[in-house]
């Protein structure tokens, strides 16, 4: 074997296992595509079921079981999705009633902080406090 010989035969190795590699990937890729495609279907399925189920068409003590779960999941989602919105809007917009700056709670007349001397937040759902002098 000269060295031509071998050179060709390392370039023939190269691409096996490159082809190899391009193969898995492709395999990859389709299993992929597969698996996207199963969890369309059982969306799709349990779409359908539960519309079955709402209409007391399909009864399954098993899929009952299942639902409940699945909508006390999507009630505690809701619900804490809420609380995510309420401390983003807390973030946002001082709460009317508490300080800013440190979180005193404030009595509606107060037109500062009695801890820190900020100033309270006009408007909101007391009476408006007149202005500092
Ligand atoms: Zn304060």
Redesign the pocket.
Known sequence: MDIFDRARRALGDLAQSASTQATVLQLQTRMGEIQTELERQYGEAGHRARELWRARVFTDSDFEILMTRITSLQQELDQLRAQVDEVYQADQQPRSGV??????S?EPNDG???????EAPSGGSGAPSSPPD
């Open positions: 300080c800013a700056e440190c979180g005193r404030l500062f902080c009695r801890r820190c001397g900020a």
